[in-house]
């Protein structure tokens, strides 16, 4: 959203902002950051959406996705209303799906195109998340859920004016789903000239370090840490001891500190995360259930650092294997890319360059928001019609 926002001011856009402070990722909004200076409004609302077990139960007996219904609040709308009644909008662009539930209030009180830009087809992420659980109590209410959240993301599709989809793969699946309105692919975006400018790698000297960053309260995040752990990183013991791991992210739980010690070294939240990507070498996103893109894989790219993933990681950015990132889906294939790391250190800076160089030409903020911006040109004038 950052970069988007930044790139569309730049582009002449004048852009308010309507946020929510949720319980679950809670954020100090007395001082707003310097970087956020480019809205021209900024309102957030406070909203509970915690998992309470009572609330999980009784959402049993309803037609509700609990997913969704846990970002309905009465004081957003409130807010949502005053602020559509003080400014006229030309577009309002929904963040996710979890705003779909206010599409009416929208209708009655503005008449500009609404956009969703998906960040993920939602049902995906917790399709692959109930199809890798094993304890069959769990498996069977995570499918309960999903099977409610993917009626609501079907029944919201053509609710929308616009469709912005993440990825091609995700616009395609949108369609399949029965999506009919306009749309568009428009990925994640860096800041091309700002990448270009910093600082690349670190002393060459050093021993190899490994590195994983991501918040790590979002389920496929740290399901995937934990089977890199017990699948791979265990039996990491013949090689080097100086082959460290370095394991940084927001609500990193405590348990972690305490039983992944073996060469592990567990930063929590971090202040500068482009420091903490310049300070090591390979980048490890074992991930295994989700969707839409990973914006620390472009920034790592970006930053000219090697990226260990998985196909699923890879989705909406189509990276050669052995170029520009390595592709890894299974145990095997995630200890032999470490090996192999270890046995010639140059193939590491190599597909670094190669993925810095790939990042910068293809994914950079300003042109995907100037392709997003004609877009939205074209479906507000005279001569655009619904079909």
Request: glycine residues 4%.
């Amino acid at each position: 959203m950052t970069s988007l926002g930044k790139a569309l001011h730049h582009l002449g856009c004048e852009i308010s902002m309507l946020a929510m402070n949720t319980s679950k990722h809670k954020a100090n909004v007395d001082r707003q950051p310097e970087e956020l200076s480019y809205y021209s409004e900024i309102q957030t609302v406070e909203v509970d959406n915690q998992i309470r077990a009572i609330d999980a139960f009784k959402n049993l007996f309803t037609d509700d996705s609990y997913h969704i219904s846990r970002f309905v609040s009465e004081e957003f709308q409130e807010k949502l209303i005053e602020l559509l009644s003080r400014k006229t909008f030309d577009i309002i662009q929904l963040e996710t799906l979890y705003l779909a539930p206010y599409l009416p209030i929208i209708r009655q009180y503005s008449k500009a195109m609404i956009a969703m830009r998906a960040h993920n087809v939602e049902h995906e992420i917790w399709e692959r998340i109930s199809a890798k659980s094993g304890f069959l109590p769990k498996k069977w209410y995570l499918r309960y859920l999903t099977n409610k959240l993917k009626r609501f993301e079907m029944d919201q599709l053509n609710e929308y004016d616009f469709l912005v989809a993440i990825s091609e793969r995700d616009l395609n699946q949108f369609k399949k789903l029965g999506y009919q309105n306009g749309a568009i692919a428009s990925p994640v975006g860096i800041e091309a000239h700002h990448f270009s400018k910093l600082p690349q790698g670190r002393r060459q000297e050093k021993a190899l370090s490994l590195f994983f960053i991501g918040s790590l309260d979002w389920m496929p995040n740290l399901d995937g840490l934990q089977w890199f752990m017990e699948n791979v990183w265990a039996k990491t013991k013949s090689l080097p001891d100086s082959l460290t791991l370095h394991i940084a992210g927001r609500n990193t739980p405590d348990w972690m500190r305490e039983k992944w010690t073996d060469r592990v070294r567990i930063h929590g939240e971090i202040a500068d995360a482009h420091q903490y990507i310049r300070d090591h070498d390979v980048m490890i996103v074992p991930l295994f259930s989700g969707s839409g893109m990973r914006v620390k894989i472009l920034e790592g790219m970006a930053l000219g650092k090697m990226v260990i993933t998985t196909s699923l990681g890879l989705e909406g950015i189509p990276a050669e294997h052995g170029k520009h990132v390595w592709v890894a889906d299974t145990e095997e294939e995630f200890l032999d890319a470490i090996q192999q790391v270890l046995v010639d250190k140059s193939i590491v800076a190599e597909i670094g360059e190669n993925a810095r160089q790939f990042v910068l030409e293809n994914f950079d903020a300003l042109e995907i928001a100037q392709r997003l911006l004609e877009s939205y040109r074209y479906i507000t004038s005279d001569s655009y019609s619904h079909t």
